[in-house]
């Protein structure tokens, strides 16, 4: 049997550079183990994790509940296909239209895959000659053609046009730019409630329910990327929730399944059946051990009390991160809604990323010049502690 065989970071490296495609830039540490809000590389240091997965692992590494619902399902049944029932899905779909708007899911594998789906769905449920969506300025939707599209950001589209049809963006926060992009060939409007990517940033005040009021005008969908900021991440079980809109559609993955790949897309039952069948699929999407991971989840997070720990945690995060704003001006905004977290920076974020990796903490920056946090919801206030004193420490160093 061939197994991994305990090389170290340096040797890990090398077998990188001769096997693999090099369209990440990775740091050069071998992560080998985690457990909670910590991880562990092949030469032993621990490192405290503020970026878990990239956002996928909300609830830590390898959380026991979820750890234990994964082992006991692949020893069950790992994999068959969409065109059987599985329970275990359908139960899952329960437990996600219970927890937002009592709509019906469509199961895949990753956040673009989600929004590809919704993007079909709008097309699908209007009339033929429209097919426009309107994106943010900002935005970040996925690396798929359709959702590479979507997101307005130039400098993901250098090279690869043409780019898919019927996209237009607006600057985010901005509903007369919005209300100039609608014509009688718009059929949805896509938003990420809170911007991930683009810096944590947050709608002003009566943006997402503007955004409502122009689509029940209008006739269009209403679609929500929730794939960085659902799932718990805000402290509700949704970011919608926070702001009293309801969408017609929304997209979720990274934490769905607590680090399992799992990704979904939510919409109302009167809208459900313009997926029809053969128009869309997804091969492992609702797997049975991506949907017990997802019921795991929920249930983890219930049974402990993170939604409010979230919430809990993210007024930590704000005292913390406002203290240091006023010892330190290279800081200019602090941005936080429950464990999503943007420290926007008035110089570049990378030496200060680097800074904190040289003291075993791991942060991320976004945008050019945002320290982004996507920390555990079951972080401790001790971890919260430690790990804001080492990102003081690396900002008065980088900075």
């Given at each position: 049997?061939?197994?991994?065989?305990?090389l170290?970071s340096?040797?890990?490296?090398e077998?990188?550079?001769?096997?693999v495609i090099?369209?990440?830039?990775?740091?050069?540490v071998?992560?080998?183990?985690?457990?909670?809000?910590?991880?562990?590389?092949?030469?032993?240091?621990?490192?405290?994790d503020?970026?878990?997965?990239?956002?996928?692992?909300?609830?830590?590494?390898?959380?026991?509940?979820?750890v234990?619902?994964v082992?006991?399902?692949?020893?069950?049944l790992?994999?068959?296909?969409?065109?059987?029932h599985m329970?275990?899905?359908?139960r899952?779909?329960q437990?996600?239209?219970?927890?937002?708007f009592?709509?019906?899911?469509?199961f895949?594998?990753s956040?673009?895959?989600a929004?590809?789906?919704?993007?079909?769905?709008?097309?699908?449920h209007?009339?033929?000659?429209?097919?426009?969506i309107i994106?943010?300025?900002?935005?970040?939707?996925g690396?798929t053609?359709?959702?590479?599209?979507?997101?307005a950001?130039p400098k993901?589209?250098?090279?690869?046009?043409?780019?898919?049809?019927g996209?237009?963006?607006?600057?985010?926060?901005?509903?007369?730019?919005?209300?100039?992009?609608?014509?009688?060939?718009?059929?949805a409007i896509?938003?990420?409630?809170?911007?991930?990517?683009?810096?944590?940033?947050?709608?002003?005040?009566?943006?997402?329910?503007?955004?409502?009021?122009?689509c029940?005008q209008?006739g269009?969908?209403?679609m929500?990327?929730?794939v960085?900021?659902?799932?718990?991440?805000?402290?509700h079980?949704?970011?919608?929730?926070?702001?009293?809109?309801?969408p017609?559609?929304?997209?979720?993955?990274?934490?769905?399944?607590?680090?399992?790949?799992?990704?979904?897309?939510?919409?109302?039952?009167?809208?459900?059946?313009s997926?029809?069948?053969?128009?869309?699929?997804?091969?492992?999407?609702?797997?049975?051990?991506?949907?017990r991971?997802?019921?795991?989840?929920?249930?983890?997070?219930e049974?402990?009390?993170?939604l409010?720990?979230?919430?809990r945690?993210g007024e930590?995060?704000?005292?913390?991160?406002?203290?240091?704003?006023?010892?330190?001006?290279?800081?200019?905004?602090v941005?936080?809604l429950?464990?999503m977290?943007?420290?926007?920076?008035?110089?570049?974020?990378?030496?200060?990323?680097?800074?904190?990796?040289?003291?075993k903490l791991l942060?991320?920056?976004?945008?050019?010049?945002?320290?982004?946090?996507l920390?555990a919801?079951n972080?401790?206030?001790e971890q919260?502690d430690?790990?804001?004193?080492v990102l003081?420490q690396a900002?008065?160093e980088?900075?």
């Amino acid at each position: 049997m061939t197994t991994a065989s305990g090389l170290s970071s340096a040797e890990t490296v090398e077998l990188f550079k001769k096997y693999v495609i090099p369209n990440y830039t990775r740091y050069p540490v071998n992560l080998v183990r985690g457990e909670g809000s910590y991880v562990w590389d092949s030469e032993g240091s621990r490192y405290l994790d503020f970026f878990p997965g990239w956002g996928c692992n909300l609830l830590g590494h390898c959380p026991q509940p979820l750890v234990e619902a994964v082992q006991e399902q692949v020893a069950t049944l790992i994999h068959v296909p969409n065109t059987w029932h599985m329970e275990v899905q359908g139960r899952w779909a329960q437990l996600l239209s219970e927890r937002s708007f009592g709509g019906q899911a469509f199961f895949c594998n990753s956040g673009a895959e989600a929004n590809e789906a919704a993007i079909k769905l709008a097309r699908l449920h209007t009339p033929k000659e429209r097919y426009k969506i309107i994106t943010f300025e900002g935005g970040f939707h996925g690396r798929t053609l359709g959702a590479l599209t979507a997101t307005a950001q130039p400098k993901y589209h250098e090279g690869l046009g043409p780019l898919v049809a019927g996209f237009s963006y607006a600057p985010f926060g901005d509903l007369e730019a919005v209300e100039r992009l609608i014509d009688r060939e718009t059929c949805a409007i896509l938003v990420e409630p809170v911007q991930g990517e683009g810096g944590v940033r947050l709608p002003p005040d009566g943006f997402l329910q503007g955004l409502r009021s122009l689509c029940d005008q209008h006739g269009l969908l209403l679609m929500f990327d929730e794939v960085q900021a659902g799932f718990g991440r805000t402290g509700h079980w949704f970011a919608y929730q926070h702001f009293g809109v309801t969408p017609d559609v929304m997209t979720l993955a990274k934490a769905l399944c607590g680090g399992i790949a799992g990704g979904a897309m939510l919409t109302t039952r009167e809208i459900a059946p313009s997926l029809r069948p053969g128009m869309h699929a997804s091969t492992f999407g609702g797997n049975p051990i991506a949907a017990r991971a997802g019921i795991a989840a929920i249930e983890m997070i219930e049974n402990e009390n993170l939604l409010e720990n979230a919430v809990r945690l993210g007024e930590l995060f704000r005292e913390r991160l406002e203290a240091m704003r006023q010892q330190n001006d290279v800081i200019c905004d602090v941005r936080v809604l429950g464990v999503m977290i943007g420290v926007e920076l008035a110089v570049p974020g990378a030496p200060v990323v680097e800074a904190c990796l040289k003291r075993k903490l791991l942060v991320n920056c976004t945008h050019g010049n945002v320290i982004r946090l996507l920390p555990a919801m079951n972080l401790t206030s001790e971890q919260l502690d430690e790990g804001c004193d080492v990102l003081a420490q690396a900002l008065a160093e980088a900075t």
